[in-house]
């Protein structure tokens, strides 16, 4: 079967399906504000929900479908779908996904090819091949990639969105009722700040494993102060504690306290996440399949594997394509412990899907059906792509 199309769609939704994030005061980040950057975090967030969607339409008519996490500029890595990899692609035989994964990435291996938005832009290719392959085999994505180890893949609360330590500490109770066991808070404002949201959530929900993401904001000499404290609070992970090119500091962190250093997001390949692996400089693996791709998350997580590192996939703001990609890789994973669960989100991942996901607080029921196991409205994508 060959490959007849390859069509892009850059979404950037607004009105009541928008991810409007939530600012250091608990006011919303507005649409008119256009792209800022909010404290203490340093990357640029939109004041709408953006992404990238590629649409891989085989010559009998069959459909796959892929997504970049492209949060801001999704126009980026759609034009390099558009001007570098769809041309090479086009009419080319699918008799599997690999052999089209890696002649995609020779074609700019002189041009920073595995990272970026070159990296994003073959993730959402990879991904609809998959998907593709999938529904020509009548397999599901899991299947294909040897056996799920799982049929639901336990998740974490990413995030409680409030304003106060009280308002989060009543929010963790809540989540509580709901099945909720793990939660992870987004920190980074100081020592002291961290350690009493931290208390102020264990205290209100004391059956919750509680997880830090501390977004880079700390230095090495900071980070270990706090690690051992959430070595003393039995924490289940310290996310992003240094800026992502302080392999050192990460190793070094590592060595010094308890808890696990999760790392990942920032990450594309293999290469990168070897390097790690190999100074032990990571506990907790954390690629985003919408970054990676499936082909590169699988390999992924086999290095992790060989270093005895538990996998747990990073999700953020894709919509319902990037989502279940990410679902597929954690089932077919050996060790991965759980998922991200973002509550502000997946409600706006599910907007794309004619039958939503099975998602919740617990965690996720892996597609069983053809591909990602997922019906995306091509429809309703078209329709928003043509208001951008």
């Not at 008799?95 to 073959?122: I, N, S």
């Not at 500091?249 to 990942?264: K, M, N, Q, Y």
């Not at 050996?334 to 599910?350: C, G, H, K, R, S």
């Amino acid at each position: 079967m060959r490959i007849a199309e390859v069509t892009t769609y850059v979404l950037k939704l607004s009105g009541p399906q928008a991810y409007l994030g939530k600012l250091e005061d608990g006011s919303e980040l507005s649409e008119d504000r256009g792209y800022v950057v909010r404290e203490p975090w340093r990357s640029l967030y939109s004041g709408r929900f953006e992404t990238m969607l590629v649409r891989v339409t085989a010559e009998d008519g069959t459909t796959g479908w892929g997504e970049a996490l492209a949060p801001v500029a999704p126009e980026v890595p759609a034009a390099i779908v558009d001007r570098m990899l769809a041309g090479w692609l086009t009419g080319r035989e699918i008799t599997g996904v690999r052999p089209l994964w890696l002649g995609l990435r020779d074609l700019m291996r002189e041009r920073g090819h595995l990272v970026g938005h070159q990296a994003d832009a073959l993730a959402a290719v990879d991904i609809a091949l998959w998907d593709l392959y999938g529904k020509l085999t009548g397999l599901s994505v899991a299947d294909l990639l040897g056996g799920a180890v799982r049929t639901h893949v336990p998740a974490y609360i990413s995030g409680l969105a409030r304003s106060t330590d009280a308002e989060r500490a009543a929010l963790a109770a809540d989540w509580v009722t709901k099945g909720a066991s793990l939660v992870k808070l987004a920190l980074g404002k100081r020592i002291e700040a961290d350690l009493a949201t931290f208390d102020a959530v264990a205290e209100a929900a004391p059956s919750m494993r509680i997880a830090v993401d501390a977004h880079w904001a700390y230095r090495i000499g900071e980070a270990v102060e706090l690690g051992q404290e959430l070595d003393r609070r039995k924490a289940l992970f310290f996310e992003a504690p240094l800026v992502p090119e302080d392999v050192d500091g990460h190793a070094e962190l590592a060595r010094r306290i308890r808890t696990p250093v999760a790392v990942g997001e920032a990450m594309r390949n293999r290469y990168e996440f070897a390097d790690w692996l190999g100074r032990r400089a990571l506990r907790l693996a954390q690629p985003d399949v919408a970054r990676t791709g499936i082909t590169e998350a699988m390999s992924i997580a086999e290095l992790a594997s060989a270093h005895h590192v538990p996998v747990a996939c990073h999700h953020s703001v894709g919509l319902g394509i990037a989502l279940a990609a990410g679902i597929h890789v954690s089932a077919a994973s050996a060790d991965t412990p759980f998922f991200e669960y973002q509550p502000d989100t997946v409600p706006v991942a599910q907007s794309i899907l004619r039958t939503p996901l099975t998602a919740g607080p617990t965690g996720f029921a892996v597609p069983t059906g053809p591909g990602l196991g997922i019906d995306v409205d091509a429809d309703l994508i078209t329709e928003l792509a043509k208001e951008n």
